[in-house]
Every structure is written in structure tokens, then in C-alpha cells.
């Protein structure tokens, strides 16, 4: 099974100022079959982005994707009060399953 | 797009959680995407359950494979999972939500809407 290991577990940052996660997978996810979520508390998760760096529908441009083989990327330029959250990527590119990361919380400063 | 749960919030140990989503504005007999069953246990992060297509065919987390099935009723633009066999463990926010699925040794996705998700608690 592909683990995903995001990271920090916790990112403290303020209004305006830019944060960068990290998701690591234990073996190459085929095809760049990365996919990033965020999540309120009390919500579900909301589609951001696919294929490692294409945006959801509805999604802004300051909320941007990268990366490729186990190195992967989520970069929000500009952070808004709205943004903070907990943000989960998910690969769907090997075996077994569908697997998820744990999370990271972007908490305000 | 909107999918919506339905089911009992509390089940008892060693009996079937079941839950029903509720399609709408999208037809599930449309095809190109499939219909899948997520859990967060409190506090924890997500766990994939399972997906069917509107053609009936299913694939499942291996891990959950023995207690699962996954089952769609076209006519009602629904879908359904029943658990067998529950435990505290199986405690959790469950959500269903619509998946585009690829190929890659195995049939993969990423899931695009969600349900709002409802809490099931298993305690006697």
C-alpha cells in the first residue's frame, strides 16, 4: 500500500503570507494521481486539486500544485482568513487503495 | 451535483451498519463516474470504503473487502453501503461522494463532491 506522509502536522502562518505543504509517498504514485483536499471543521472535504497540479472547478489560482514520482506540493499564495483549514492529499495512482494522506492544519498565527 | 446520507446514527455492536446516498442534479445512469463510500474516524484522517458504477460493478478497500457491499438502485438515483459485522472501530463520520476512476492496475480516483457526511456510532 502507498503511504502518504504529509508535512508539518501543523503550520502556523498569518493573512497574506504564503504556505507550502508537503506530501510524500512511500513509492512513485503512477501517473501523478495526486489529489489535494481541504476541510473545515464540521464539513466535508473539498476537492482543490487533481493530477498533482490541475485546479478544481472554482478553485482560485492562488492555490497551485506540483510535484511528481513521491514528492508532491500544495502552495497557497496569499493566504485568506478563509484558508485555514486542514488539508489532506490522497493518491489514486497504486495498489491497493484509494489512500490518504493524515493532514495538515494550516492554523492562523 | 448534490449527494445526501441517509441511515441510522447509532448501530449496535456485531450488527450491519447501513447507509443510503441520495444522487441529485446528476444522474448516476449517466456513467463516466463512480459512487463511493469514505470514513473519517473522530478526529482522524479519511479511509477509503468502496466505489460502484452505475453498471453494477464494484470495487472495494481490501482491508474492509469481507464486510462490505456496495449496491445501487438506478430507478431511485441512489446508492447504498451496508457493513457487516461492526465494532467500535467501525465508529465514524461517513460520507459518500462521486469519484472519477482511472485505470492504473486497478481501478483508482479521486472524488470530486461529497455528501455533507453523517456520524454512525457503534455502542450497545
Known amino acids: 500500500e502507498i503511504v502518504l506522509t504529509q508535512s508539518p502536522g501543523t503550520l502556523s502562518l498569518s493573512p497574506g503570507e504564503r504556505a507550502t505543504l508537503s506530501c510524500r509517498a512511500s513509492?512513485?504514485?503512477?501517473?501523478?494521481?495526486l489529489a489535494w483536499y481541504q476541510q473545515k471543521p464540521g464539513r466535508a472535504p473539498r476537492l482543490l486539486i487533481y493530477?498533482?497540479?490541475t485546479r478544481a472547478t472554482g478553485i482560485p489560482d492562488r492555490f497551485s500544485g506540483s510535484g511528481s514520482g513521491t514528492d508532491f506540493t500544495l502552495t497557497i499564495r496569499r493566504l485568506e482568513p478563509d484558508d485555514f483549514a486542514v488539508y489532506y492529499c490522497?493518491?489514486?495512482?497504486?495498489?491497493?487503495?484509494?489512500?490518504f494522506g493524515l493532514g495538515t492544519k494550516l492554523e492562523m498565527k | 451535483v448534490q449527494l445526501q446520507e441517509s441511515g441510522p446514527g447509532l448501530v449496535k455492536p456485531s450488527q450491519t451498519l447501513s447507509l443510503t446516498c441520495s444522487v441529485s442534479g446528476w444522474s448516476i445512469s449517466s456513467g463516466g463516474h463512480y459512487w463511493s463510500w469514505i470514513r473519517q474516524h473522530p478526529g482522524k484522517g479519511l479511509e477509503w470504503i468502496g466505489y460502484i458504477y452505475y453498471s453494477g460493478s464494484t470495487y472495494y478497500n481490501p482491508s474492509l473487502k469481507s464486510r462490505i457491499t456496495i449496491s445501487v438502485d438506478r430507478s431511485k438515483n441512489q446508492f447504498s453501503l451496508k457493513l457487516s459485522s461492526v465494532t467500535a472501530a467501525d465508529t465514524a463520520v461517513y460520507y459518500c461522494?462521486?469519484?472519477?476512476?482511472?485505470?492504473?492496475?486497478?481501478?483508482?480516483?479521486?472524488?470530486?463532491?461529497w455528501g455533507q457526511g453523517t456520524l454512525v456510532t457503534v455502542s450497545s
Open positions: 461522494a462521486r469519484a472519477l476512476v482511472y485505470y492504473s492496475s486497478g481501478y483508482y480516483g479521486y472524488f470530486d463532491s
Open positions: 490522497q493518491q489514486y495512482g497504486g495498489s491497493p487503495a484509494n489512500t
Open positions: 493530477g498533482a497540479s
Open positions: 513509492q512513485s504514485v503512477a501517473s501523478n494521481y
